[in-house]
């Protein structure tokens, strides 16, 4: 069973830094999930990921499927980005395994 | 266009008491998913359909938890006698099953609490 870390566990930083949340996983895998998750809010996905790395706005996804070893960066923080982070891996089949999560508060 | 709807969005019940939480995944989407979140922790998987069939669930605690979607859209999570215990947010998710990994959609949750 793939068993998911991540990395810190709390989060507390000033609007404008810039923050990287990591994850590791124990199993070798095909995809890699990075998600949102408000406080009393649904998960929103953030990036698929199975190599290199994506971008989308302010938000960065890394992978490196050698070392099992994943990042999410945030440039330019803001408020609005508090949030808990996971990351989710394939267990066995179709099925998935989300990490702790990363709950990230970002002071004006 | 819809993303996964998930009602209710509160349940509040008595222990013992039966309830039923309904998932309705994106159109389409033939791979569906339940999980359960406790305050701080991340989402723990029950059960998940491919199509009308369960495929996989090895994640529901006990008899006690029973899901179905037979007609490989809706799916319907059963509790019966509910316990304190029991008390989380249970999220659904959705997917396509395609040749390789597809993204996940996620419901906003149902938040049951048993008193």
């Known amino acids: 069973k793939n068993e998911v870390e991540q990395s810190p566990q709390n989060l507390t930083a000033q609007e404008g830094e810039f923050i990287t949340i990591n994850c590791s996983y124990s199993v070798g895998i095909s995809a890699l999930h990075w998600l949102q998750q408000h406080p009393g809010g649904g998960i929103v996905s953030l990036f698929m990921?199975?190599?290199g790395k994506k971008k989308h706005g302010r938000l960065i996804a890394t992978i490196n499927i050698q070392e099992k070893h994943s990042s999410l960066h945030i440039t330019a923080s803001h408020p609005r980005d508090s949030a808990v982070y996971i990351c989710?891996?394939?267990?066995?089949?179709?099925?998935?395994?989300f990490g702790p999560g990363t709950r990230l508060s970002v002071l004006p | 266009g819809a993303g996964v709807s998930q009602t209710p969005s509160n349940k509040v019940t008595e222990k013992g008491k039966y309830v039923e939480l309904r998932c309705d995944p994106i159109?389409?989407?033939?791979?569906l998913y339940w999980y359960r979140q406790s305050l701080g922790q991340g989402p723990e998987f029950l059960i998940y359909?491919?199509?009308?069939?369960?495929?996989?669930d090895s994640g529901l605690p006990n008899d006690r938890f029973f899901a179905v979607r037979p007609e490989g859209s809706v799916s319907t999570l059963k509790i019966q006698r509910t316990e304190r215990g029991d008390s989380a947010v249970y999220l659904c998710?959705?997917?396509?099953?395609?040749?390789?990994?597809?993204?996940?959609?996620f419901g906003n949750g149902t938040r049951l609490t048993v008193t």
């Open positions: 990921l199975s190599s």
């Open positions: 359909f491919q199509g009308t069939g369960a495929a996989d």
């Open positions: 989710a891996v394939p267990a066995d089949g179709q099925n998935f395994v």
């Open positions: 159109s389409g989407h033939t791979a």
């Open positions: 998710a959705s997917s396509l099953l395609g040749q390789g990994p597809t993204p996940l959609h």
